[in-house]
């Protein structure tokens, strides 16, 4: 993940301090334990400030608004119950090249300022502070002990002291080609990490994507670059410094936001092609929004995905042991017949039965067929008969009461089957829906008691993710659920009289829905490609032909007492899906 440096900060504050000054605080509300929003307002607009001091992806940009569930944290109450109501009125670095920020609050502008909320950009170092007017530390985000750091302790009731000065020199403008050559080929090595080792200011992305800018390669050594390398080179460098002073100069027209392969940037260098338009951002805002939000979601996706397919398959293996097991029992139970066969066999030859027999060999009464008897020689016949006949009752009894068992066990297996495969179909992160729909299935299965509700998340909760969409060859909408719950909504709620409901055969899948305007009939393709979509989200993706059943959503039922997404249905006709039209191809 790249991080903010020193540059993409510059450019975010100027852009903020440039439409977002003054502003009045509205809220604050913690969103996790790394993330703050600020509600702002100005004359023209609203918005929410992220404020985020995260190990990976600490950084300061207009966001997403909250969401509407309760904020419990002490630090975001700290702040709302001294900031609220304030007006940020400033924006301003803490110190030269230094990636930390002051913002100032006070009763309005041109007011003194009475509150400084400190904003740290320093990786595992990363904090937020906030300090009264005396600059007395009043709160942080994180505070560290002396024993955790002796050099610059973050304790409440002692001023604020910015982070120590770096070392390096400073970049200058005024530096001389010279004087900048000798710095950086003093100790011969590779060009990116002699060029970062020797000046303040710069991150490795940032200094290769400048070295690259003037057509070299960061991992050349110093001693190969010829006198016109050096000046191409000095020439992006004095190219960077003089958009930097631009920007805190106000003069914003040097800012291309852009996404770029594996990361981003906020600057275009002169002579290289213009980024593709669906490559490039409204502003700085709005591509460190996506960025970060799209790489932590994908973090967060991967690992909850993989703590919930464990968990299935965990469950999944337990129920298909004890499935096994009453299959088994059932088996010894279908020896009841024989047990009474047997009993009735002796009672009917009691006459050649004779004290100290251990068996005895009489024909079937059906087909003539001999059948031996095991006898308890201490017993006579019929005490012999007896207990085969109570054999037969408690293998009749143990019938009755494992196949409820074994049928309870089947639907729970049919029902993980079908979260699985609509885990299986959410293989990778591509937008934030995909990572809602997960966590709507985190719900559902901690509504079903498979998962401990450590969140305490609300039990009728809607689904927030939209189903896949996709356009049959006649323009009909096809609507696929991502989990069990949009499959309820879909089957239940969305489907109307004249839609067609699609499902595969006796295959866990998800649920799909033809929508047709009234008087509208489906052709053979568009039956089709609507059987085509059902079987690959289902666990037969990865067949030839799968059969998929169609019917009216009024011929659709849920039986009472059923799980998320587990329904019946009549009157279906069948169609054979073609799951690998729909497959990528490599």
Not at 393 to 399: D, G, M, S
């Amino acid at each position: 993940m790249q991080p903010v440096d020193f540059t993409t900060l510059t450019a975010a504050y100027c852009e903020l301090r440039a439409t977002w000054l003054p502003a009045r605080l509205e809220q604050v509300y913690q969103r996790d334990r790394y993330r703050i929003c600020l509600a702002l307002r100005t004359l023209k607009q609203r918005g929410w400030l992220t404020v985020s001091w995260h190990p990976q992806a600490a950084r300061i940009h207009i966001g997403d608004p909250p969401p509407r569930t309760p904020d419990t944290f002490t630090f975001s109450d700290q702040l709302r119950h001294q900031l609220k109501g304030l007006a940020l009125v400033a924006i301003s670095p803490v110190a030269a090249w230094e990636r930390a920020l002051d913002l100032q609050f006070a009763k309005r502008p041109g007011d003194r300022v009475l509150w400084h909320l400190y904003v740290e950009i320093m990786g595992k170092r990363s904090n937020v502070i906030l300090a009264n007017e005396s600059n007395q530390i009043v709160t942080a985000a994180h505070q560290v002990s002396e024993q955790q750091s002796r050099v610059r302790p973050i304790l409440t009731g002692q001023p604020y002291e910015p982070p120590p000065a770096l070392t390096d020199p400073a970049p200058s403008l005024s530096e001389s080609q010279q004087r900048w050559q000798e710095r950086v080929a003093l100790i011969p090595g590779k060009l990116g990490r002699q060029l970062l080792k020797s000046y303040r200011g710069l991150s490795s992305h940032w200094a290769n994507s400048m070295i690259r800018a003037a057509d070299l390669d960061p991992e050349q050594s110093t001693e190969s670059l010829r006198a016109s390398d050096w000046e191409r080179l000095f020439q992006r460098w004095q190219e960077w410094l003089k958009t930097l002073e631009a920007w805190q100069h106000g003069d914003l027209s040097g800012l291309h936001p852009q996404r770029t392969s594996g990361g981003y940037s906020v600057i275009q260098w002169g002579g290289q092609s213009p980024p593709k338009p669906e490559d490039t951002a409204p502003s700085v805002q709005a591509l460190l929004d996506r960025y970060y939000c799209d790489r932590l979601n994908e973090g967060e996706f991967k690992q909850l995905r993989h703590q919930l397919l464990q968990k299935l398959n965990n469950l999944l293996k337990k129920l298909r042991v004890k499935a096994q097991g009453f299959e088994r029992r059932l088996d010894q139970s279908a020896l009841a017949d024989e047990y009474r066969q047997k009993a009735d066999l002796l009672m009917a030859h009691l006459h050649q039965w004779e004290p100290g027999m251990k068996s005895m060999t009489l024909a079937d009464f059906e087909t003539g067929e001999p059948i031996e008897i095991e006898l308890d020689p201490e017993k006579n016949a019929v005490q012999n008969a007896q207990g085969l006949y109570k054999q037969h009752q408690k293998l009749k009894r143990a019938r009755s009461a494992v196949e409820p068992l074994l049928a309870q066990v089947d639907r729970e297996i049919q029902y993980l089957e079908q979260v699985e495969v609509a885990i299986a179909q959410l293989d990778s992160y591509r937008e934030p829906m995909d990572l809602q729909a997960l966590e709507e299935i985190r719900d559902e299965l901690m509504q079903e008691g498979y998962l401990r509700d450590r969140d305490r998340r609300s039990q009728n909760q809607p689904p927030a993710t939209d189903f896949y969409r996709f356009e049959s060859p006649s323009g009909f909408e096809l609507l696929v659920g991502r989990n069990n719950r949009q499959n309820d909504l879909l089957s239940f709620r969305v489907a109307t009289e004249y839609d067609l409901w699609f499902h595969t055969q006796e295959i866990a899948g998800s649920h799909v829905l033809l929508r047709l305007d009234p008087g509208a009939v489906a052709d053979k393709a568009d039956l089709q490609f609507a059987a085509d979509v059902t079987g690959y989200f289902s666990r037969a993706r990865q067949s030839d032909r799968v059969p998929v059943v169609y019917t009216e959503p009024k011929h659709v039922y849920k039986p009472k007492g059923a799980k998320p997404g587990m329904v019946i249905y009549k009157h279906e006709r069948i169609i054979w899906g073609r799951p690998q039209q729909l497959a990528p191809k490599s």
